[in-house]
């Protein structure tokens, strides 16, 4: 019997629409930094679990970036085993909410779901983030018992989703593993540039004291490259170095006026908000600029983050000025509909070529011109075209630049060695993340680009078993 036919069959017995999830109140939430799904119920979770039809072959499996057992954690739930659901889950990721809430699963797990070619697909991603919470709100997280010691010693660089992940496999593999982390707080990404309302700072930190708890170190304040280099950690007695560093140097259009206050990188913007707490004013009274009339550049998540929290900080009118159109935005579907429930202005085929500021040197007015598709480009999508003569302006007091980043050149300058493409990004020689410099492997942004979170952690997960492989044959 075909997966289809098991599809129909199932059909016919029962069918079950797909759970939605409680939201708060789009009026409600743009006065708050609070998450804005609120989850599953343990009834609702069950009940959109025994839509899973458990294939032989789970095309969902094959779509994880970090190879969750999916039939298998979803079969536990809808047994209403949450605990073991969890658990199984953990065998293979050890950031399951922070997973469950901003994976792209629609791209991912979710797309390749049999129960999608017909009807809506489980939704995996809401029963994940579901049963992470479930075990970290009972109280009931499970420490594994970890093999003998193996005395390798591993350092890990940067402790975003690829190092998280990568310190969690190896120190199950048993050895022992360091994360140096430049920043005052571990995470990365996840807490510099991520917003609360979208995952919760408190996530992130349980799932870091998850793996302190595995005996993971993790020191702060720790920008390697500067305190210290690639050479002085195997001079200390490491065995073998992963960089997980991301890829955060902004970058910006270089267009007329873009020295004008009230300018930022949406890296910078996000880290004020974010790391620097002013999203809790007036607790934290971080310096940041609270516009009245916020255009965000840009079409990615981060420009939905960036124009969102713009309107949680107060913000009147918030812009997203984007040169395509709605169909080519890189943003997942559920965070550019979150945008347009709460009020978020999109101006498509749209570019700005100008900011004009005021006697003060403050951005008071933003030049765009129109835009139409032509062929698509190298990136697949239609590439915009300039309709000459379409010059107007926008009024505005406060710019968020969210057109992409680019790797932060410190490593590589000073790790010989170490080899680099044309755009800074590490050069490795397989998937498994080797680099050109013997006994140090990389993954993530800072050898992709731009990615997703679940892409990184995949990243660390192939980078840990060949570091294994590496440092037991020494």
């Not at 998850?210 to 280099?229: H, N, S």
Request: charged share 25%; with cysteine; aromatic share 6%.
């Amino acid at each position: 019997m075909t997966d289809k036919d098991k599809t129909e069959k199932k059909d016919k017995k029962e069918r079950i629409p797909r759970q939605p999830m409680p939201e708060q109140d789009p009026r409600v939430r743009i006065g708050n930094f609070d998450e804005v799904p609120l989850g599953y119920s343990p009834e609702t979770a069950m009940l959109e679990a025994r839509r899973c039809i458990q294939c032989k072959k789970p095309g969902c499996v094959t779509g994880c970036p970090v190879d969750i057992d999916i039939p298998g954690f979803i079969r536990l739930v809808a047994d209403g085993d949450f605990l073991g659901a969890a658990r199984k889950i953990k065998e293979t990721n050890c950031l399951p909410a922070v997973c469950g809430r901003v994976c792209p699963q629609e791209d991912q797990c979710e797309k390749l779901c049999v129960l999608g070619k017909k009807w809506d697909p489980v939704a995996i991603g809401r029963l994940e983030r579901f049963v992470a919470d479930y075990e970290r709100n009972a109280g009931t997280v499970e420490i594994p018992a970890l093999p003998a010691p193996t005395g390798k010693r591993i350092a890990v660089v940067g402790a975003g989703p690829a190092g998280l992940t990568i310190a969690g496999d190896l120190v199950k593999m048993g050895h022992e593993v360091t994360i140096f982390e430049a920043l005052h707080k571990a995470g990365g990404v996840l807490i510099y540039g991520i917003p609360e309302f979208r995952l919760p700072k408190s996530i992130v930190d349980a799932e870091v004291e998850y793996l302190q708890k595995l005996g993971v170190r993790i020191v702060t304040d720790a920008a390697i490259g500067r305190l210290k280099t690639i050479d002085d950690l195997f001079a200390e007695g490491f065995h073998a170095v992963f960089l997980g560093v991301g890829a955060g140097a902004p970058v910006f259009m270089n267009i007329p006026g873009e020295n004008f206050s009230g300018i930022y990188s949406a890296n910078e913007y996000l880290t004020r908000s974010n790391l620097m707490k002013a999203y809790r004013f007036p607790e934290f009274d971080t310096p940041i600029a609270r516009g009245r009339n916020v255009a965000v550049i840009g079409g990615g998540n981060v420009a939905m983050d960036s124009v969102r929290t713009a309107l949680r900080l107060g913000a009147e009118k918030a812009y997203i000025i984007y040169r395509r159109t709605k169909t080519e935005m890189p943003a997942r579907a559920e965070e550019v509909h979150h945008a347009e429930e709460e009020g978020v202005q999109f101006k498509f085929l749209t570019n700005p070529i100008e900011y004009i500021g005021d006697e003060k040197g403050w951005v008071k007015q933003m030049v765009c011109q129109r835009m139409e598709l032509g062929e698509p480009d190298e990136s697949g999508r239609r590439r915009p075209v300039v309709v000459k003569g379409s010059e107007f302006t926008i009024d505005v007091d406060t710019v968020v630049v969210s057109v992409g980043t680019m790797a932060n050149p410190v490593i590589p300058m000073t790790t010989p060695g170490l080899e680099t493409n044309r755009w800074g990004y590490i050069v490795t020689k397989d998937e498994t993340g080797e680099t050109t410099r013997k006994g140090v492997w990389a993954g993530g942004d800072i050898v992709t680009g731009s990615a997703t979170v679940i892409l990184a952690m995949g990243a660390g997960r192939k980078a840990a078993k060949a570091i294994h492989d590496y440092v037991m044959s020494l």
